[in-house]
C-alpha cells in the first residue's frame, strides 16, 4: 500500500474518535458530506515549481486604487446607507460660547471590525485572530483545524482566514487540501470563498484577510478564474504600490468607504503585474515558526529566510501559535495538533499561552503581531479567550460576550490524548497487516 494511502487510513480512524478539551466538547462527525478522501495530487498543467521567495529590490507605484470619494460605501450592498465613520456630535449652544471657539471634535461610535477604535487605525496597526487552515473543519479528527465552519468562524471575530490548495487526482478544479487530497478534501475552493464572500457582502464594516496557501506552486492564472466566479473580486483590494510596507496601508474606514474589505494574499510563484489584488505574502509580511512544536513559541523569523533587521522591521508579521505534537508512525514522523493543549496554548496568560507569546513578540520586535493564527480558536482557558488576547495587544476593552459558536452535541467518551493514541495503535496494526 501507498504511503498516503496509508497516512489517510490513519487520519480515517483517528476522525472516528470522539472527546473533551478541557471540558469543552470535541464532537466528531463520522460520515461528514462534506470531507471526503481522494487519492493523489496533481499540479495543474503538468509542471512543477519550487517555493521560491521573491525579493523586490524596488518599490512599484500602481494606478490609485482607493477612491477619493470616502463619503459612502459604494456598491457593497444591494441597498446602501451611508454611513459617516468620523461620526457626529451635538453641541449645546450657550450665551458665553465663543465664535471663534474650534467645534467639538466628532467621536466615532460605528465599529470597524468590531470596534470604533479601529476605524482610524491602518490595517497593519491592528492584530487580529486567524484560523489556521480555516476550512479543514472535522471536530476531533487529527487531521483538522477547527471546530466551526468559515462563517461561524467569521461571526465569532476571525478577522484572517488561511488555508491551502490542492489539485485532487484526475481534478479539473482546485481543492482545499490538508497537505495532500489523500489526508482530508474540504472541497472545491469556489465553495469556500463563496461563503467568504456572502458574508463580507452582508458586513459592510468589516476587513478580512484570505491567506491562500499555494500547495502545488500552480501559476496564479490557474487559480483565478475560480476566484473570479465566486463574486469576491468585487470587495477585493488593489494595493497602490508594489510591495506595501507596514506604514504604507490605509485605514480600515478608508477601506470600508471604498469597499475593498477583502486583503488577499498568495505565498508562493505570484504574479502581482498580472493579478495586482492577489498579494504575494513573503514580501510584505513574515511568519515565525510553521507546524510549531515548541511551547515556548521563540518569535523568530523563518520564512522568508535571511531578511535583514530593516527589512523585518518594514513587514507585519503572522505569529504561527498552533501546537502540534510529533508523532513516529512506522519509521515516518506526522504533525498532529496538539489538543489536550488548547486550554493552554489558546489561553492568555502562563507560559505556552498565545497572551505570554504575543507579548514577547512585540517585546522582541518593537511592535506585535498582524495576525494570531491558531488551531481551534473556539476552544481555550474559557471560549474566546484568544479574542481577549487580541483585545490587550490592541489596547482595547474586550467585552466577554457569547462565544463560541455550537456544534452538534455529541456524547463525551475520553479525552482526546487516549483516543488518539489508541487510533495511531490500531492503524500501525493494520497497516503491518496489509
Known amino acids: 500500500m501507498a504511503l498516503p494511502k496509508r497516512f489517510g487510513a490513519v487520519f480515517c480512524l483517528l476522525s472516528l474518535t470522539i472527546g473533551t478539551v478541557h471540558g469543552q466538547s470535541v464532537s466528531i462527525a463520522t460520515n461528514d458530506p462534506a470531507l471526503t478522501i481522494l487519492t493523489g495530487t496533481k499540479e495543474a498543467g503538468g509542471e512543477s515549481t519550487t517555493g521560491t521567495y521573491q525579493t523586490p529590490t524596488t518599490t512599484r507605484t500602481l494606478a490609485t486604487a482607493l477612491s477619493s470619494d470616502l463619503t459612502s460605501i459604494g456598491s457593497n450592498t444591494t441597498s446602501v446607507t451611508v454611513t459617516y465613520l468620523t461620526g457626529t456630535t451635538s453641541a449645546t449652544k450657550n450665551s458665553t460660547t465663543s465664535a471663534t471657539a474650534a467645534p467639538p471634535k466628532p ?107 499555494n500547495g502545488n506552486y500552480s501559476r496564479p492564472e490557474q487559480y483565478v478564474p475560480y476566484i473570479e466566479s465566486t463574486g469576491i473580486l468585487r470587495y477585493v483590494y488593489t494595493p497602490p504600490k508594489i510591495p506595501m510596507a507596514r506604514d504604507d496601508w490605509p485605514t480600515l474606514a478608508e477601506m470600508i468607504l471604498t469597499g475593498q474589505r477583502v486583503v488577499m494574499y498568495l505565498d508562493y510563484d505570484t504574479n502581482q503585474t498580472a493579478f495586482p489584488w492577489l498579494m504575494d505574502e513573503f514580501s510584505q509580511i513574515w511568519e515565525t515558526p510553521f507546524d510549531p512544536i515548541d511551547q515556548a513559541f521563540p518569535c523568530t523569523v523563518q520564512r522568508p529566510p535571511n531578511l535583514s533587521p530593516e527589512d523585518i522591521r518594514k513587514r507585519m508579521y503572522i505569529m504561527n501559535h498552533n501546537l502540534n505534537v510529533e508523532v513516529s508512525l512506522l519509521g515516518s514522523n506526522i504533525l498532529v495538533p496538539a489538543v489536550t493543549q488548547l486550554n493552554v496554548t489558546n489561553g492568555a496568560t502562563g507560559f505556552g499561552s498565545m497572551g505570554l507569546a504575543a507579548n514577547n513578540c512585540r517585546s522582541d520586535w518593537g511592535y506585535p503581531p498582524s495576525v494570531l493564527n491558531t488551531d481551534y480558536y473556539n476552544l481555550g482557558s474559557y471560549p474566546g479567550s484568544v479574542f481577549e488576547v487580541a483585545a490587550m495587544i490592541n489596547n482595547v476593552t474586550y467585552v466577554n460576550g457569547t462565544c463560541c459558536g455550537s456544534v452538534s452535541t455529541a456524547p463525551r467518551v475520553e479525552t482526546m490524548g487516549t483516543l488518539v493514541s489508541v487510533g495511531l495503535m490500531w492503524s500501525a496494526f493494520w497497516m503491518l497487516l496489509a
Open 107 to 213: 467621536v466615532n461610535t460605528r465599529p470597524c471590525n468590531g470596534y470604533p477604535e479601529f476605524c482610524d487605525r491602518k490595517y497593519s496597526n491592528i492584530t487580529v485572530v486567524g484560523a489556521h487552515n480555516s476550512p479543514f473543519v472535522r471536530p476531533g479528527s487529527a487531521a483538522a483545524n477547527q471546530q466551526l465552519d468559515v462563517t461561524t468562524q467569521l461571526n465569532d471575530g476571525i478577522r484572517f482566514l488561511q488555508a491551502q490548495i490542492q489539485w485532487p487526482k484526475n481534478g479539473s478544479v482546485p481543492h482545499f487540501c490538508h497537505s495532500a487530497c489523500d489526508l482530508l478534501d474540504a472541497g472545491p475552493i469556489t465553495e469556500w470563498l463563496t461563503e467568504v464572500k456572502d458574508w463580507v457582502a452582508n458586513h459592510p464594516y468589516d476587513v478580512v484577510t484570505v491567506l491562500l496557501g
